[in-house]
C-alpha cells in the first residue's frame, strides 16, 4: 500500500489547534505532570551546561519548561527564548514568567525558527521534538542557531509500553472506541523512542558528540482517578469527540472509571499510582568551526 503523503500545512495547523484546545488542560494538570517531569528539567540543563550569563533557546517549550528553570540559571546577564508553535500554550508560559525579566516566549514552527544563525550557546527541548514533520531538518535548523561548540539538549519519550504515563490512559481509551492508528508519518509522541533512530538523526543534521541516555522518570499520582483526570484533561479534542460518539458524553463516567481502575489494577502501590516512564535524554554538539 503506497505511504500516504502528509500536507505539511494541515499537519501544522491540526498541531496548532489542538494544542491551543488543550492547553488549559495541561495548565490545569501542571503540578501532577511536574511532580516527574521536574526531574528531566534538571537533567536537561546538566546536560546542556546550562551557566549564568548564556544565550538559551527553549524549542516547542508548551506551558514555559524548561525556559523558565533555565532563566532562573542564567541569571540577569542571561537571555531565554521560548518557542512553541500554539499561542494558547504560551499564554500559560508568560502568565508563569510573571517576574522574570530575562525570558520571552514568541510562536513559531520548530522547524524554521527565525532567528540569526549562532545566537544561543544551548537549545533545550522537553518532549517537543517528536512533533517535527522532518525532525532532520527541524535538527539541522536548530545546529544552524547555535554558536560553535553550542550544546542541544533534548528529551523525548521511550516506547510507548515504557512510557505510560503518556500511553497508558489512550491504550486503554483505545480498545473501547475502536481507535485506528493515525496515518504513517504522521509526529506524535513516540516518533522518536528507538536510541539508534534518535542518534542516526542527530548525526544526519550535521551535531557530533552524540548521546543518548535512558532517564526513568517517576510519576506519582495519588489516585487512579487522578490520573484519569489527567488523561481527560490533556487528551486531543479529536479523541473526546470519538468518545463522545460512542459513550454519548466526553465525560462518559463509565469511560473514565475504567481508566481509572485499569491503571491502579497495573500501576498501584502502597502510596497511591506510580508510573516509571522512561525518556530518552539527547545530548549532542555543534561543529567547532
Not at 167 to 173: Q, T
Not at 180 to 191: A, C, D, I, R
Not at 239 to 266: K, M, N, Q
Amino acid at each position: 500500500m503506497p505511504r500516504t503523503r502528509l500536507d505539511p500545512h494541515t499537519v501544522k495547523s491540526d498541531q496548532r489547534a489542538t494544542w491551543d484546545a488543550i492547553s488549559p488542560g495541561w495548565e490545569a494538570s501542571l503540578a501532577v505532570f511536574e511532580r516527574g517531569a521536574a526531574r528531566v528539567t534538571d537533567r536537561l540543563l546538566e546536560l546542556g551546561g546550562v551557566r549564568p550569563g548564556q544565550r538559551v533557546l527553549d524549542v516547542a517549550t508548551g506551558l514555559g519548561e524548561p525556559a523558565l528553570t533555565a532563566a532562573r540559571a542564567v541569571g540577569p546577564r542571561g537571555r531565554v527564548v521560548g518557542v512553541d508553535i500554539s499561542p494558547g500554550m504560551l499564554e500559560v508560559a508568560a502568565r508563569r514568567a510573571r517576574g522574570l525579566g530575562n525570558i520571552e516566549f514568541e510562536v513559531g514552527d520548530l522547524e524554521a525558527i527565525d532567528r540569526q544563525t549562532g545566537s544561543f550557546d544551548v537549545v533545550l527541548s522537553r518532549w517537543g521534538l517528536m512533533f517535527a514533520l522532518d525532525r532532520v531538518r527541524a535538527l539541522r535548523t536548530i545546529a544552524g542557531l547555535l554558536a560553535p561548540g553550542g550544546v542541544l539538549a533534548a528529551a523525548v519519550w521511550g516506547p510507548p509500553r515504557s512510557a505510560p504515563m503518556m500511553s497508558f490512559g489512550y491504550a486503554v481509551l483505545g480498545k473501547m472506541i475502536d481507535l485506528e492508528p493515525p496515518p504513517p508519518g504522521t509526529p506524535g509522541p513516540f516518533t522518536m523512542s528507538e536510541p539508534e533512530g534518535v542518534a542516526e538523526e542527530l548525526r544526519a543534521a550535521g551535531l557530533g558528540e552524540v548521546s543518548v541516555e535512558e532517564e526513568v522518570v517517576p510519576f506519582r499520582l495519588r489516585t487512579g482517578a487522578e490520573y484519569a483526570e489527567f488523561t481527560r484533561s490533556v487528551a486531543p479534542p479529536a479523541l473526546l469527540r470519538r468518545v463522545r460518539d460512542r459513550f454519548g458524553s466526553e465525560d462518559a463516567p463509565a469511560v473514565w472509571r475504567a481508566v481509572a481502575e485499569a491503571v491502579e489494577d497495573s500501576y498501584a502501590d502502597g502510596d497511591g499510582v506510580l508510573l516509571p516512564s522512561t525518556a530518552l535524554c539527547l545530548r549532542a554538539v555543534a561543529p567547532a568551526g
